[in-house]
Each structure stands twice: as C-alpha cells, then as structure tokens.
C-alpha cells in the first residue's frame, strides 16, 4: 500500500492509503499428476499459448494429436477441445486440463512450472453463455481477482448463490456462497475456472467490472475543533454464520452454516451441495444432510424462530470398485461460533456414543469414525 498524509498545521490530519492491483498474465502450476479447471483472461484461439509448457494430446497442434485428449470443454457433457489453433475460448469460459506432471514427456516430472497468455487482457463486463437448469463450467475473464459476493449478486436471479472452485489441498471441491466458504478470501484468482448451477432463466452468466478487485483507497480525517464532522455507517444485509472443521492430520473437511435474511429452513439456492472428487481418491468428507441433500454449507433464516436439528456427517472415504468405502479412524474436531446471529445457539450431539459436545466450553474434540460400509 502506498499511504499519503496530509497536516493542515492547525489541528487538521487527513491520511489517504492506496492499494495498487496489477493484471497478471501468467499462473504457476504445481502439485502432482491431476484435473485442473482453469479459465484464460483473454479470447480467442489462445489453448496453443496458454498451454504450450504443459504436455497436450488428443488435438490438433497438441503434443501427441493421436492419443485420448486432456483437455475439455463442459456443455451439457464433456467436449474435448478438437483444434488448440483455431478452437475459440471466450474470456470467462472455464475448461478442464489433466495435468501431466511429466510436462516433456522424458519420464521425469517437471512441475511447478509457469504458463502465460499473450494478447489483450480483458478488463471489461463479460456475459458468457450458458445452459439453463444445468451445471455450467465457468472462469474468472480478468487479469485480477474476482469477489465472489458481487459476483453472485450480479447474478442472483439466474443462478443459485453457490460456487464450486476445485480444491488442490484435498480431494474435491471448495465452496463459496458470497457469505461462508472455504475459498480463500472468497476471491476467485485469475486463471481459475469453476461450476456454478444455472436457474430456468440462467442462459448466460456475467461478470461485471464492479466484482474485480482493483486497487482503492481509503481515506482517514482527524479535524480540529471547529471542524467537527459526522459520519454515517452504511452496512449489507445481517448475516451470521457458523463452521465445523475435521481434520485426520493428512485431509481437512469443513461444513458451514450461513445465515441470511432469505434463507430457508429446507434448501434454498444458497446451500452448497457437497460434491465428489473429479478422480476417485482417498479423503475425508463431512456434510450436512437435508432433504435428501449432502450439502458443503447449509443456509439458514437470518431470524430463527424455532429449534432445529441437523444431521452432520463425517467419512473417511477409500474409493473401490463399486465408488467408496467407509474408514474407521479418529478426526479431530474444531470450531468457529463466534458469528451466530443474536439468540441462536448450538448444540452437538454424537449419536453414536450419546455424549453431548460442548461447544462452549473447549477449543475442540476428538470423534471416533467407525466404519460403515
């Protein structure tokens, strides 16, 4: 930040600090062999240049045009991309890449390693097509971050209040619904791509200048006394929120609760589901049950006026032949309560031993996983 003060000499301080952002045009990949879900800050025939330091297959103008493809689109099913010199992809647009850490194919991995796009960055609104009632493959079209909050304002109409953003720590998703979640500052970076589930009216998905994170600033006046000033708060809608976290030592499983004005006790578009990993994989999973539904973050009535019981669940899941196993184990168990709304409080009951765990009174607990078939 770039901070700027200012004394008039007679008892009168103004300080202004400055945050500078700066488009980015290149994004490092790490980790090991995997899916990645990524998205370009520029349109136009760009998988050629986007992917060039990763090994491609199954396209034209791919490293080995001949063999199963790696790289997809999402409309209405996967749909490889055919061509890396001529197939278009629109600023906004999310795809699919499986990542061979052996980028040369030499029999040795090569990650991390940073891949970078020419051209024109976007820095304008983007509407990007969409199919209605049906899941739909999205990305951030900006050099900058995008807050997830606006963006799902700007978009609230014709989309349920959710976004899903693949999770390179664990196996899986995290997710966001603009006021809880496990995405990080719940910003979308720059190269990311992620789901979100159209509505009937969810033909086409925006971004609007107002979600990216530009650089701002902040003004602070200290006045003498005859320059007395009042100042007016001006604050959203109330919202409260809870979160449940496990943790075996290896994976990490959190289920939020959110409460909001328009929440309801039964789903509404601002739960979100909790989604299985892309490759089968060992993990640890928790969840909140509702209406037949395994949700991620369950939303609630801001203004609770009755008691209610939810059923929280936690796996430790080992994939077979048939798709997952149940793991006996122990998962530590910890929790932030700190935000619930006025009047709300929380209770919770281990139905296998009966014991009642107290919320209150001790940082965490340890929880016995039996194994459940």
């Known amino acids: 930040p770039v901070v700027l003060n200012a004394n008039d000499g007679n008892g009168g301080i103004i300080s202004a600090e400055y945050s500078v952002s700066v488009a980015v045009r290149h994004i490092e990949i790490s980790g090991e062999s995997g899916f990645r879900i990524l998205s370009s800050p520029v349109s136009g025939p760009v998988f050629g240049d986007l992917l060039e330091e ?12 001949g063999a199963d493809p790696n790289v997809w689109r999402f409309d209405n099913g996967w749909v490889p991309v055919s061509d890396f010199y001529n197939d278009h992809l629109e600023a906004g647009e999310g795809f699919v890449i499986y990542v061979f850490a052996d980028t040369d194919y030499d029999g040795e991995d090569d990650l991390p390693v940073t891949i970078g796009i020419d051209g024109t960055v976007n820095e304008s609104s983007v509407s990007v097509s969409s199919n209605a009632n049906d899941w739909n493959l999205v990305g951030n079209p900006f050099g900058l971050h995008v807050d997830i909050s606006q963006m799902l304002r700007d978009n609230r109409s014709r989309f349920h209040s959710t976004v899903y953003k693949k ?3 664990n196996p899986g998703y995290k997710t966001h619904n603009g006021v809880v979640g496990d995405i990080d500052d ?9 789901w979100v589930q159209a509505g009937p009216e969810g033909h086409s998905f925006d971004f609007s200048e107002h979600c990216m994170q530009k650089g701002e600033a902040e003004w602070t006046s200290v006045f003498g006394p005859s320059n007395g000033r009042a ?3 001006i604050t959203n809608s109330p919202t409260g929120s809870a979160v449940f976290t496990f943790s075996n030592g290896e994976f990490t499983s959190s289920v939020y609760l959110s409460f909001t004005e328009d929440g309801e006790i039964n789903l509404d578009p601002a739960d979100a589901k909790r989604i299985i990993p892309m490759s089968p994989s060992e ?6 049950r509702e209406s037949n539904k395994s949700l991620s973050i369950n939303n609630l009535p801001y203004a609770l006026t009755t008691d209610l019981a939810l059923e929280l669940d936690i796996m430790l899941l080992s994939p077979n032949e048939e798709g997952y196993e149940t793991q006996a184990g122990q998962v530590n168990l910890t929790w932030d309560i700190m935000d619930l709304p006025e009047g709300i409080s929380l209770t919770l009951v281990n139905n296998f031993t009966g014991q009642n765990i ?3 009174g001790f940082p965490s607990a340890n929880v016995n996983l039996p194994s459940k078939g």
């Open 54 to 65: 990763l090994w491609t297959q199954g396209s034209v103008g791919s490293d080995h045009e």
């Open 167 to 169: 999770s390179y720590v």
């Open 186 to 194: 719940g910003l979308i970076k720059p190269f990311d791509g992620f």
């Open 231 to 233: 100042s007016r708060n």
């Open 283 to 288: 993990h640890l999973t928790s969840m909140v």
């Open 358 to 360: 107290n919320l209150y």
